[in-house]
C-alpha cells in the first residue's frame, strides 16, 4: 500500500531571522558577526581571498547594507572587471566609445595644500609611476601642465582663479605637439611614452559629478592599455580626498562617503590609497579594498584599517596572512568559500559571510 505524501507546509517564517539580523546597530555580516565602524578606531576595511573566495560577494553585500546604517552615505565603485553592480547605481563606464572620462587635472581648492602647481606635480608623478617614465620626463611634464594652467588662466599665486575651468590632457597634448614642431627632441619621447593614453582619449572627455548618491565607475575596459587604469583610479581617488578636505572635519565618526576598490593591484603603492588610509577617517572619507594578495596593500593601509576580513587564500600565503591578521595558521588553512576570520580591533571572529545575493532576493 502506497503512503500518502506528507502534507505541504508552509516555507519557514524568514521575517524573525530578518529582524534579528538587523536589529544590532551593525550591518549583519554572518552569524554572531555584526560590523560598525562607529564602533572602531576608523571605518576603513580590507578583503582578502582568492579567486572563487566571495570577495565580490562581500564588497557588494557591505556596500549594499551600508545605507541602512548611514541614510546619506555616499558610495563610489571602481570596478575594474564590470562586476560592481548595485540596485540604484548611477553607471559610468570608462572606455574608447563612452562619452564620460575622468579628469587628472582637476585642482584641489584648499589654499593650504592645493592649486595648479601641486596638482602639476601630483599628475606628473601618477604618470611616472603607472607609465614608468624617467626624471627627465616627469620634469617635462611639470612643466608643460604648469604652462597648460595658465593658459586656462588658473595662476598659483591666485586661489581665485583655481574655480576656472581646468584643461584636460588634451591641453597636454596639444602643448606637447606644439613643441615637437619646434625641434623639441625630449618633447618626441614624452610624446610616445605618452601615446596609447592620449588614443584612448578617456583624459579628455567630461567628468561626471562624484556628489551622488551610489556612482560605480567601470575600468573594465581600460586593462587593456597598461597604466590607464591606474592613472584613472589615482584621479577618482584624488578627488575624493581633496573635496572631503574641503568639507572639513566630521564630528564624531559617522561617514560621509566609502570608497570600494576590488583587485587593488592595480593602486599597489598609491599614495592616495596611504593618505586617505591614515587621514581619510577625520574627514568621513573610508575605504573598503579587496585584493586577492595581502602584498598588494602597503603597511601604512594595513596597520591603519580597524577591519580586516580573511576569505579563502592560495595556501602559499597562509604564513603571511595568519601573522597580519593575528589568526592561527590552521584557520587560515582551512577556509572555504565564504568562509571568513573576521578581524576588527582586537576582536576577532569566526563566519559564514552572507553573500550579496542572498541579501538582494529578501
Known amino acids: 500500500m502506497t503512503r500518502p ?3 505541504a507546509t508552509l516555507k519557514p517564517d524568514q521575517t524573525k531571522k530578518v529582524t534579528e539580523e538587523r536589529s544590532h546597530s551593525g550591518i549583519f555580516l ?10 572602531l578606531s576608523n571605518g576603513h576595511i580590507l578583503i582578502i581571498g582568492m579567486s572563487g573566495s566571495g570577495k565580490t560577494q562581500t564588497l557588494k553585500s557591505i556596500s549594499y547594507e551600508l545605507p541602512k546604517l548611514f541614510p546619506n552615505i555616499r558610495r563610489v565603485i571602481i570596478d575594474y572587471h564590470g562586476d560592481q553592480q548595485l540596485p540604484d547605481e548611477v553607471y559610468y563606464p570608462l572606455n574608447m566609445e563612452s562619452p564620460y572620462g575622468i579628469n587628472p587635472l582637476t585642482i584641489d581648492l584648499d589654499t593650504k595644500g592645493g592649486g595648479p602647481a601641486l596638482q602639476a606635480i601630483a599628475v606628473a608623478a601618477i604618470l611616472r609611476k603607472a607609465l614608468t617614465m624617467g626624471a627627465n620626463q616627469e620634469g617635462l611634464v611639470i612643466e608643460i601642465l604648469t604652462k597648460c594652467y595658465k593658459q586656462q588662466g588658473i595662476f598659483q599665486e591666485t586661489p581665485s582663479t583655481w574655480n576656472n575651468k581646468p584643461p584636460t590632457f588634451q591641453s597636454l597634448r596639444d602643448e606637447i605637439q606644439y613643441r615637437i614642431e619646434g625641434g623639441c627632441k625630449e618633447s618626441s619621447k614624452l610624446a610616445l611614452k605618452l601615446a596609447a593614453t592620449f588614443e584612448y582619449g578617456i583624459f579628455t572627455k567630461p567628468q561626471p559629478s562624484l556628489n551622488l548618491p551610489l556612482i560605480r565607475f567601470d575600468l573594465s575596459a581600460l586593462g587593456k592599455v597598461p597604466g590607464l587604469a591606474a592613472i584613472a583610479s589615482e584621479a577618482i581617488l584624488k578627488q575624493l580626498m581633496d573635496s572631503h578636505r574641503i568639507m572639513g572635519e566630521i564630528e564624531g565618526k559617522e561617514p560621509r ?13 598609491s599614495k592616495t590609497v596611504n593618505i586617505i588610509a591614515g587621514d581619510g577617517r577625520k574627514y568621513g572619507l573610508c575605504i573598503c579594498a579587496g585584493s586577492q594578495q595581502i602584498a598588494e596593500f602597503s603597511k601604512e593601509v594595513i596597520a591603519n584599517t580597524a577591519t580586516k576580513i580573511l576569505l579563502m587564500i592560495d595556501q602559499t600565503q597562509v604564513k603571511a596572512v595568519s601573522n597580519t591578521f593575528r589568526f592561527s595558521a590552521n584557520l587560515v588553512a582551512q577556509l572555504q568559500p565564504l568562509q571568513a576570520l573576521v578581524r576588527m580591533g582586537s576582536e576577532g571572529f569566526q563566519t559564514d559571510i552572507k553573500p550579496f545575493y542572498k541579501r538582494y532576493q529578501e
Open 5 to 7: 505524501l506528507p502534507k
Open 30 to 39: 554572518g552569524e554572531k558577526c555584526y560590523w560598525n565602524p562607529t564602533t
Open 257 to 269: 562617503t566609502y570608497c570600494f576598490i576590488d583587485e587593488s593591484k592595480e593602486v599597489k603603492g
